[in-house]
């Protein structure tokens, strides 16, 4: 046995460190564009870093707290951001007649950056959240548009969303084909049948719709624009809160569309990462007890990989193993709904065994 878990423990390091590589990192803040005017290239440099530095962190700041904590003062200088980089790269630079461009992206350290937050009393989002498929339904001037090739509102989602953020999202084709699963109508009546279909089709586990209206009113000479929100997971439909009051109603004398959907983008992150936070604080830790059925071992290593990549995971140990099964003790700041929101991301989730009093890993099919 105790052969067993040295080998167990062996190759697991080897694999669990192949797989961190491939890890998205979410404190990663790419492309800051920094543009200045200066004649001397080091200097430019060293400013641009600087400026790069204090941009990144902004962006990752309105990126991992919640809305709630938002308008708390997290100004710091920049030795003190300075203290939370990990690495940065230079990219793309150009020097011509004392105009200095550059993008640089910028890695924070999750560690410094969790106890900053703590230190601020904030909570912390920083799960990514699972491939969630695209309904983007358009009412324009009461004509509907899902899978029609000239969707704008469509086009512009796609072209706003931002690939780096905690909300994934998966955009269909634009093909008549999917009308055989899910029509306009099925869409914004909820048919459950449709939806079912449709995430079958494209091997997806849950929906967001994004429902925006815009009509003319000929009267005020102004567009009328809303948007509505629904989530279609785990057999049931949830309406998201919105926050922004313009996406409830707005009047405006042009067409909105990209604003719009540049403010739904960031509404689909903000509700995400009021799901999602936690306190990171040692009197929140929870323990919980997993087990992990296996057929062999590469398999198990897989799924503890799996474990420990969430980020709501503390610590993972493993305390029974035998032929076919591990038990653990998993720490962590979440609760359990939190953790399984995380490990959707990853197409598993822990179930509570009431005959044993623990929770096992099991795999999401979609």
Known sequence: ????????????????????????????????????????????RLQAKDIAFYNAYSKLIEKIIPVSDQNKNLSLELDDIRNLVSDFTFKKEDFFQKNYSAKIDVNFNPQKVGELLNKFDISLSNVISEEFLVLPVHNNHNTYYLWEKNNKWYHELKKNYQQNGLVKLFFPELVIKNKFNMTVENAIQFDENSYKKILNDYKKNSIIMIFFEENYDYKIESFISKVNFKVYSQNKFESIKINNRLLELDYSKNTQIEYFAKLSLKELNDWWKSKINISNKVENIKKYVISNEFFNLKDSLKLESILRKNSLVIDLVPRVISKNIIF???????SVEKINLALRALNYQIEYEPDSKIYSLTKINP
Do not use: P, R
């Not at 167990?8 to 200045?36: A, G, P, R």
């Not at 653990?328 to 979440?334: A, E, H, I």
């Open 1 to 44: 046995m105790k052969n067993l878990f040295k080998y167990f423990c062996t190759i697991f390091l080897v694999f669990f460190h192949e797989n961190l590589n491939s890890e998205e990192n979410i404190y990663l803040i790419k492309n800051n564009e920094i543009s200045i005017e200066i004649s001397d290239i080091q200097k430019a």
């Open 328 to 334: 653990y003790d998993l720490k962590s700041y979440g």
